[in-house]
């Protein structure tokens, strides 16, 4: 158990349509990562968030939005869903903005049919 | 930018004997971290092993090895005495240590798939 939890853990909706993803870090980590894992695409970085302000972004599109609140817990909100966003989606959590390892929750599966 | 490769889409091995999972990284940062990821069939991303750009040694974690060469960009990862539950598909990743934009996120290769036979 890496200590990072994400829920819900599987989420079957429908194109067009929005969902949220949880995330609660490590306890005392401050820095939220969000990564989607894909057939055709692999492993991709979407943002990171630290201490509540967002540090970098990736390869995330303009439906997909994220945040991270004062209790540090993230959401990443897709919208506008489409077939080709169905994936499992990874948050990571480190100590600081990026000097120390990632531990990565269980992943929330989406299926958007 | 950075890049990792994995040119082995599988490997195969038999129980207790030794197995290296391949990687090759490029990139313009002067200071980083490579890891390795283990991913079961269940889903979930499992931490192996991190090595240090300017780490003088070999990172080692019980059965897992990094074999690191700065000079070809590889970091290979050595699994010693295999064992069935080590079947999985293992990443490869890197990330900036120190300022840029690459710095914090990781960067992941596309996977080895690792079986093991008894």
């Known amino acids: 158990d890496s200590g990072v939890t994400q829920t819900p853990k599987h989420l079957i909706t429908a194109t067009g349509q929005r969902v949220t993803l949880r995330c609660s870090p490590r306890s005392g980590d401050l820095s939220v990562y969000w990564y989607q894992q894909s057939l055709d695409q692999g492993l991709q970085f979407l943002i990171q968030y630290y201490n509540g302000e967002e540090r970098a972004k990736g390869n995330i599109l303009e439906r997909f939005s994220a945040q991270q609140f004062p209790d540090l817990h993230s959401e990443l909100n897709l919208s506008s869903l489409e077939l080709g966003d169905s994936a499992l989606y990874f948050c990571a959590s480190s100590a600081e903005g990026g000097s120390y390892e990632q531990y990565f929750g269980p992943g929330t599966r989406l299926t958007v049919t | 930018a950075q890049k990792i490769t994995q040119t082995q889409p599988g490997m195969f091995v038999q129980e207790k004997e030794a197995v290296t999972l391949d990687c090759t990284y490029d990139t313009s940062d002067p200071s980083y971290g490579l890891f390795w990821y283990k991913q079961p069939s269940s889903g979930e991303m499992i931490f192996l092993i991190y090595?240090?750009?300017?780490?003088?040694q070999n990172a080692t974690e019980g059965r897992y090895s990094l074999n690191f060469q700065k000079a070809r960009k590889s970091a290979n990862l050595v699994i010693s005495a295999s064992q069935l539950g080590d079947s999985a598909m293992y990443f490869c990743?890197?990330?900036?240590?120190?300022?840029?934009?690459?710095?914090?996120?990781?960067?992941f290769g596309q996977g080895t798939i690792l079986t093991v036979h008894p």
């Open positions: 090595q240090g750009s300017y780490d003088q």
């Open positions: 990743a890197m990330r900036a240590n120190a300022g840029g934009t690459s710095y914090g996120k990781l960067t």
